[in-house]
């Protein structure tokens, strides 16, 4: 095990921190609005997968450095994260959340539903983000 590189995790907080701002005000408008968009559609994409991506990477590198951990998903991530109480419970459940959203738009499992997208991420997602970041 090894310590914790501060300075990429703090470069991918930053990452978090810009994609979070493009998403916030992707969903100040209402659903119409958004919808009506294509642009706004595939950038708020773009920001859940960059969001999780980066989000992922810090927690790897937390439970490789602090715990000799390697997990398998993504979604082991943010459980691991929330059981040895790195994040809370609750960013850890709302980031397996963002997680399935983000597989959703990465392997198109089947057509992604734009409403949902936008219904999840102003759901909890941008809620579970800003706490990330903090914790």
């Known amino acids: 095990m090894t310590g914790i590189d501060v300075s990429r995790v703090e470069r991918l907080l930053a990452e978090i921190n810009e994609a979070l701002v493009v998403m916030n005000d992707l969903l100040g408008v209402g659903e119409e609005e958004f919808l009506s968009d294509a642009k706004s559609i595939y950038a708020i994409k773009y920001a859940v997968v960059k969001?999780?991506?980066?989000?992922?990477?810090?927690?790897?590198?937390?439970?490789?450095?602090?715990y000799g951990l390697s997990?398998?998903?993504?979604?082991?991530?943010?459980?691991?994260?929330?059981?040895?109480?790195?994040v809370s419970n609750t960013v850890s459940r709302g980031f397996v959340r963002l997680v399935g959203l983000?597989?959703?738009?990465?392997?198109?499992?089947?057509?992604?539903?734009?409403?949902?997208?936008?219904r999840e991420a102003k759901g909890n997602g941008l809620a579970t983000v800003k706490r990330f970041i903090e914790e």
Request: glycine share 6%; net charge negative; no cysteine.
């Open 71 to 86: 997990a398998e998903t993504y979604s082991d991530v943010f459980k691991w994260l929330g059981e040895r109480g790195v």
């Open 102 to 118: 983000r597989n959703l738009i990465v392997h198109r499992y089947w057509d992604v539903d734009d409403l949902r997208v936008y």
């Open 51 to 66: 969001i999780v991506e980066a989000a992922t990477i810090v927690g790897f590198h937390i439970l490789e450095s602090l």
